[in-house]
């Protein structure tokens, strides 16, 4: 079993910046590629960031030079830091491993 955990969500104005957390635990025996999702009312769940075993990031184009994601792989974290927030980035923020998904934390970006 792996059990991830997100906090760091709120309500913020337009422009403004929030930090993602993502605590990994469980049955984690190596380093593991992890990723944010995102998920709005009446929408499709949208691919926002990636980190590969390797370091390797991706992102989605929508949040592209706005987000950054990283990790520290000693306390088993990925993190995700928001800039120049937009009320189109409302939403709840999962992460995921190895098909297991965390519970969520809600962003509200106001205008």
């Known amino acids: 079993q792996v059990q991830l955990v997100e906090s760091g969500g709120g309500l913020v104005q337009t422009g403004g910046s929030l930090r993602l957390s993502c605590a990994a635990s469980?049955?984690?025996?190596?380093?593991?590629?992890m990723a944010w999702y995102r998920q709005a009312p009446g929408k499709q769940r949208e691919f926002v960031a990636a980190?590969?075993?390797?370091?390797?990031?991706n992102y989605g184009d929508s949040v592209k030079g706005r987000f950054t994601v990283s990790r520290d792989n000693v306390k088993n974290m990925v993190y995700l830091q928001m800039n120049n927030l937009k009320p189109e980035d409302t939403a709840v923020y999962l992460c995921?491993?190895?098909?297991?998904w965390g519970q969520g934390t809600q962003v509200t970006v106001s205008s």
């Open positions: 995921q491993m190895k098909g297991y």
């Open positions: 469980g049955s984690i025996f190596s380093i593991n590629a």
């Open positions: 980190m590969t075993t390797s370091g390797a990031t």
